[in-house]
């Protein structure tokens, strides 16, 4: 592997969400004092939308990082659950002791009992749902219902929901209005632009430990932006490529070259708007020349 040889302490473009490698970039970083001031403030749902791959799973986990000793949370990272294994899955998160013959109403009442304790205790319960998109409407439904238990003073659940674009069609569906009613902040994570990702990729270099200057050249960071699209997982995956090609070659910097195989090795789609548009251009004659043919023979 390429860590001795560039001397890395650690993988710079690993996949794993590894909260030392928080980037404070401006889209992330707004979402992040979103989440912490909502929090502060007792909002009941907050909402944090982005496609796949912009770093919702790592925001999520420095949200949970940050958050001090006056909060007690349940993490559910993989969410499609029925309405009952869902409740039993934040129970579990908030220590509740279980046994399988529980029905819903014992289980509730022991939820709200908890929620109870934890309030009178001085904490602020937060529940985090990643990849909230797949969530039966069922289990959305129960979310909110949970959010119903309160004090004359407070909601006892917080709920911050992190999902895809796909979330927001759920939260259109009639059947949720009451809880799309609740979302009192939402945040939609951007795209990194060409500046955004220098700081990125310069960030995770200098963590990883890389002091040796400008690792990937200018030409292989412009040709790495237009394949990615400013999304970091693929910026991730096709630096580590780059890197491996470095070292295979025995360069000490990422080449435009060894970027383009990369990119190729990936198959990521690095047409340009210009090609896209002369594409469209002709597929779009090739239909109107075939519908022409079709008229002329008499067919429509």
């Not at 029925?82 to 399988?100: C, D, M, Q, T, Y």
């Not at 693929?234 to 630096?239: A, K, R, T, V």
């Not at 090739?286 to 023979?297: D, E, I, P, Q, T």
Request: hydrophobic share 45%; aromatic share 10%.
């Amino acid at each position: 592997m390429y860590l001795e040889y560039f001397k890395f302490n650690e993988l710079p473009f690993g996949l794993t969400p590894n909260v030392g490698f928080f980037c404070q970039l401006k889209g992330h970083q707004e979402a992040l004092n979103v989440l912490l001031f909502s929090l502060k403030n007792g909002e009941g749902f907050i909402k944090i939308i982005g496609e796949v791959g912009l770093g919702k799973t790592l925001l999520c986990r420095k949200l949970l990082n940050s958050l001090g000793e006056g909060y007690v949370t349940a993490y559910i990272p993989n969410p499609d659950l029925n309405p009952l294994e869902l409740r039993k899955a934040i129970a579990r998160e908030l220590g509740v002791e279980l046994n399988s013959m529980q029905d819903q109403h014992e289980l509730l009442g022991l939820l709200n009992a908890k929620l109870l304790e934890l309030n009178h205790a001085g904490k602020r319960i937060v529940l985090v749902i990643d990849e909230a998109q797949a969530l039966p409407i069922e289990s959305l439904e129960a979310v909110r219902l949970l959010t119903n238990l309160e004090t004359e003073k407070a909601k006892l659940l917080q709920v911050v929901l992190f999902g895809q674009p796909e979330l927001d069609r759920h939260l259109n569906n009639p059947l949720l209005r009451q809880l799309k009613q609740r979302i009192t902040f939402s945040y939609y994570l951007p795209l990194l632009s060409p500046e955004d990702m220098d700081t990125y990729i310069f960030h995770r270099l200098a963590i990883a430990g890389y002091s040796s200057g400008s690792l990937f050249s200018k030409k292989a960071r412009k040709r790495l932006y237009k394949a990615s699209k400013g999304v970091p997982r693929i910026i991730n995956i096709l630096s580590h490529k780059a890197l491996l090609l470095a070292y295979g070659a025995g360069e000490k910097i990422v080449s435009p070259k060894m970027m383009k195989l990369a990119i190729r090795d990936t198959h990521v789609d690095v047409f340009s708007d210009k090609k896209y548009k002369l594409s469209l251009w002709i597929i779009g004659t090739l239909m109107a020349g075939v519908l022409f043919l079709y008229w002329y023979k008499g067919i429509i």
